[in-house]
């Protein structure tokens, strides 16, 4: 048996501009995180003549092509195990729909299973690579690179995606005490909405690959706020990093109509009177988690409990990246 974990993210600046549709022509450049929630797979060999895949559904079939889950499905194909039938199971800590690329930690953590169950090693970048080839080449997924790359690499790493060529993978350079309050000031709550980011995503890459001059400078603009936010971050300036999250989110909403909701800008304009000094809806948009940036976490955490009536996800960073948990 095989167990392996991949880490949840939440993105810190630059989200948006990791879409081919943009950095082809453009380059794009975005800050990552990976936090201590995950997705889990384990993989064992059975003695039936079958595959047996477990998810939110559970499926049992033949062979690799009868499998109905598309990310399972092609993970097989690109890395056939020598066992003739296997056990597929996967669990997360975090709901998916919930803005924090549970997709692709999936995905990175499948095939991390499935290497090693065949004894082979993976440096990280072609880890994140095979993930990217399966959901945005073979299944045609509107979606970006960074959440592969960050559930690959974990930490808080700055991603460059070149027009040509494999993304350069930069770890941020803070000093300690920077990083401890970034991490103890940064605050996630649950919204209570699920969604597929596939609609906002896809919306954006139509109009980004017909050359919509809106679209493209809006996301310039995202990319500018990627690098003021590394900037403000490696020279311990937090407070300025929490001005351009607010700054980043209210652009942001004018990415797409289905980008927030009412109940969404609510929450945060209560969060904003009662210390967060910036914020922002983690994802592509329209549910998932808002994260703030607050030296009052104590009243920031009251309000959104008792006001607001949301549910808080306590996070830390994970440095370790997609990783095997157990073997035997």
């Not at 499998?67 to 690109?78: D, F, G, S, T, Y």
């Not at 991603?159 to 940064?186: C, I, R």
């Amino acid at each position: 048996m095989i167990i392996t974990r991949s880490p949840l993210r939440i993105s810190l600046g630059g989200g948006g501009t990791d879409l081919p549709s943009y950095y082809r022509e453009h380059s794009g450049f975005v800050i990552s995180a990976a936090i201590d929630k995950f997705v889990y797979i384990t993989l064992h060999d059975t003695f039936e003549p079958e595959y047996l895949i477990k998810y939110s559904k559970t499926e049992q079939v033949q062979s690799v092509d009868e499998i109905q889950h598309p990310i399972v499905r092609e993970a097989l194909k690109m890395v056939p195990v020598a066992a003739p039938y296997l056990e597929v199971v996967s669990m997360s800590d975090i709901p998916a729909g919930t803005g924090l690329g549970s997709s692709s930690s999936f995905t990175v953590a499948l095939l991390r299973a499935l290497h090693t169950h065949n004894k082979e090693f993976i440096p990280r970048q072609e880890l994140a690579e095979q993930a990217c080839r399966i959901e945005i080449d073979l299944l045609r997924e509107p979606i970006g690179r960074q959440d592969q790359y960050i559930s690959a690499f974990g930490g808080v790493t700055a991603f460059t995606f070149h027009p040509e060529g494999l993304p350069s993978v930069q770890p941020m350079q803070l000093d300690a005490e920077t990083l401890y309050n970034l991490e103890d000031n940064l605050l996630l709550f649950f919204t209570g909405f699920t969604r597929s980011a596939s609609s906002i995503l896809s919306e954006q890459d139509t109009r980004t690959r017909g050359g919509d001059g809106g679209m493209i400078d809006h996301l310039h603009q995202i990319k500018r706020y990627g690098y003021e936010s590394k900037a403000a971050l490696e020279s311990g300036n937090l407070h300025r990093f929490a001005a351009i999250m607010h700054e980043h989110w209210e652009l942001k909403k004018q990415r797409s109509g289905a980008m927030t909701n009412p109940r969404i800008d609510e929450c945060y304009e209560l969060a904003r009177r009662n210390g967060a000094l910036g914020g922002k809806l983690i994802g592509a948009g329209g549910g998932g988690f808002l994260m703030f940036y607050t030296e009052d976490k104590t009243r920031l955490r009251r309000v959104m409990r008792e006001e607001a009536k949301l549910r808080e996800v306590r996070m830390r960073f994970d440095f370790e990246g997609a990783a095997v948990v157990a073997r035997s």
